[in-house]
């Protein structure tokens, strides 16, 4: 598929999402996808190389997540932790689909943290930031505390994934994990993550990726308010 087509595809998808991409959204999207397509020839930030499968895979699954949060937040400028970013996709798609939102892109990977910090830079989006802490290696400076909202994509097997989420997310937060199939409220370890964390699953919710036959599901927490 050339880019022409996936970005039809990609526009019916976001409508399907019922969201409302402008055309400066449009053109702060491929820009992204271009740039990163381009820092990857370089060196490696993400399995996927083609601008199109980019587009489809990778921002689509970053606006599904936005379409949750934006529901769901009660905080109409959250701030937004993309826990373990890689190339930066979910992050970015959710900063330019929900501008007023304030995004920390959160990396490890040196090569993949040099890569976020010079596009953040350059990007000229206000309210979007780098870091490069290891959640779950010593504490996290105050500047990574209390976030609105918590996210991870392939980061690591959901239980550990809250592990690493919940103290970086707010009393009455929310976390959400992109997952292959809604998690089961019975399992053992889910059950040990979800008390040690003091948080809930609140609901799976399952949408569909262009061109693909399967569904995939966002499984969203919300830590219990402080008392």
Same mark, same amino acid.
């Given at each position: ?5 996936? /970005?039809?595809?990609?526009?019916? *998808? ?12 449009? =053109?702060? &999207? ?48 959250? /701030? ?9 996709? &979910?992050?970015?798609? &959710?900063?330019i689909a929900w501008p007023e939102a304030r995004v920390t892109l959160m990396e490890s990977s040196q090569r993949?943290?040099? *890569? ?30 209390? =976030? ?59 949408? /569909? ?11 969203? =927490?919300? /830590?219990?308010?402080?008392?």
């Open positions: 598929m050339n880019i022409e087509q996936a /970005r039809t595809e990609f526009s019916r *998808f976001t409508l399907s999402l019922g969201l409302n991409i402008s055309e400066k959204q449009n =053109f702060q &999207i491929d820009s992204f996808v271009t740039e990163l397509a381009a820092a990857n020839a370089k060196v490696n930030l993400t399995s996927d190389t083609d601008p199109a499968k980019l587009l489809l895979r990778h921002m689509a699954d970053g606006l599904a997540a936005a379409s949750v949060l934006i529901k769901e937040a009660k905080n109409p400028r959250p /701030r937004i932790l993309d826990l373990g970013a890689g190339g930066g996709c &979910i992050g970015m798609a &959710i900063k993949k943290y040099r *890569f976020l910090n010079s596009m953040a830079a350059h990007s000229g989006l206000p309210g979007l930031s780098v870091s490069s802490f290891h959640a779950g290696q010593g504490q996290p400076p105050t500047s990574l505390l209390d =976030f609105d909202a918590v996210l991870e994509r392939a980061l690591a097997p959901l239980p550990q994934s809250l592990k690493l989420a919940m103290p970086l997310t707010a009393p009455d937060g929310l976390f959400l994990a992109f997952q292959s199939q809604a998690p089961d409220p019975q399992d053992a370890s889910l059950k040990r993550a979800l008390a040690a964390g003091a948080a809930r699953l609140v609901k799976s919710i399952p949408y /569909r990726l262009p061109q693909e036959e399967k569904d995939r599901c966002l499984a969203l =927490f919300r /830590r219990q308010e402080s008392r």
